[in-house]
């Protein structure tokens, strides 16, 4: 019998190129989420919380964690409109669902949650805006 040549695992100039070109393509599509995510979170009408007080800490989806994308527990935007609250209200904490939201509003949540799994979206319906605070 003869010896089988010892051969390595050889690929060809295209196989590594269609390899390069679908990692980049996983990679821009990761990164593009991180910086939709961080866009989202610096806005001044939206409050995100990391910590959940008794819960476990949220685990951030996927892969965004090796890019430095922190998990967050809790996404709350916050509303300023008298006219949907309560007689005598100062505020109300409110759902995706929750009929005083318009079709934009609940749009909105909707691209956020899809953003954010890993946090509980909610509107924040106040008389006057709350201060940013440094996150």
């Known amino acids: 019998m003869t010896p089988t040549p010892n051969r390595r695992w050889s690929f060809t100039l295209r196989t590594l190129f269609v390899v390069v070109t679908a990692f980049a393509c996983w990679l821009g599509y990761e990164l593009n989420w991180v910086r939709q995510r961080r866009a ?9 919380s990391e910590d959940g007080y008794l819960e476990p800490p949220p685990v951030a989806p996927r892969f965004l964690g090796l890019f430095g994308e922190h998990a967050y527990h809790g996404i709350t935007i916050v509303i300023v409109d008298q006219q949907r609250l309560e007689p005598n209200g100062v505020w109300a904490m409110v ?38 605070t440094s996150q």
């Open 40 to 48: 989202i979170v610096s806005r001044a009408d939206i409050r995100a």
């Open 95 to 132: 759902m995706a669902d929750d009929k005083r939201l318009t079709q934009q509003e609940r749009d909105e949540m909707e691209g956020i949650s899809r953003l954010f799994p890993e946090a509980t979206i909610c509107a924040w319906i106040t008389l006057s805006p709350l201060p940013k």
